[in-house]
């Protein structure tokens, strides 16, 4: 058995600690202005110098954005940024609808487990909300970006910062390469129907804090959502 020597952290690392639990509580959002470099050092008790390699660790993390004459912001990651790349892989796959179907079997199960037990009543509120412009939609097209919103407040409502990130690019890549197949579906008499009582379902899950039955009912439906469209279209 071997001890290692116990290493107090360096005052720079509590710092970015503590700016990092404020960007993730959401006191700090992106694009929001840090207070300069003297005024961070007075409120924290610390010298300049470590405020100056504090945020520096955090630029080269990613997190923050420092620029001469202007000052520290917190970084804005762009969607393409990750979206892009992703993209631009499954280009090059075999069959990437399927392999695509198979992420969101997996992401959007869970999802909708976590829903069950973490949403608040706003949260609720944003799913029930969606599912009833799916139903009473004008058109088609606003059926289907209801349809996305219903799958995405179901992320937010996971409370996994993480997740929603990953949801949110998979759903935009879903989105856009299956956007005239899901169309079909909804446009089609037999099935249409079948796929907002499917989305009821999740939803009175969800709701009533049933989460196996609300992973159970996302399965279905992600299961006969790619039936559906392989049999709606050539891909």
């Known amino acids: 058995m071997s001890f290692h020597p116990i290493k107090t952290k360096r005052i720079y690392e509590e710092i970015v600690e503590q700016l990092k639990g404020m960007i993730s509580r959401g006191d700090l959002q992106p694009g929001n202005k840090l207070p300069a470099e003297r005024d961070m050092a007075e409120s924290l008790g610390v010298s300049r110098a470590s405020v100056r390699e504090a945020l520096t660790a955090l630029e080269t993390m990613g997190i923050l954005d420092i620029r001469p004459g202007e000052g520290t912001f917190v970084r804005r990651t762009s969607d393409s940024e990750t979206f892009e790349p992703l993209a631009l892989l499954l280009a090059f796959e075999r069959n990437p609808e399927a392999q695509m179907m198979e992420v969101r079997r997996i992401l959007e199960t869970e999802c909708a487990a976590l829903a069950a037990v973490r949403a608040t009543q ?22 289907v970006d209801a349809d996305l919103r219903f799958h995405f407040a179901i ?76 049999h709606a279209s050539p891909l």
């Open 155 to 230: 992320a937010e409502a996971t409370k996994n910062t993480v997740l929603l990130r990953i949801m949110n690019t998979v759903s935009d890549l879903m989105h856009n390469t299956f956007r005239q197949a899901r169309e079909n579906l909804y446009a089609n008499p037999s099935l249409g129907p079948r796929v907002i009582s499917e989305h009821e379902a999740i939803n009175k899950a969800i709701q009533e804090r049933k989460p196996e039955e609300a992973w159970a009912k996302m399965l279905e439906h992600i299961n006969n959502i790619e039936s559906g469209i392989n």
């Open 122 to 143: 706003e949260d609720l509120q944003k799913i029930e909300a969606s599912l009833f412009v799916m139903k009473t939609a004008n058109s088609i097209s606003e059926a």
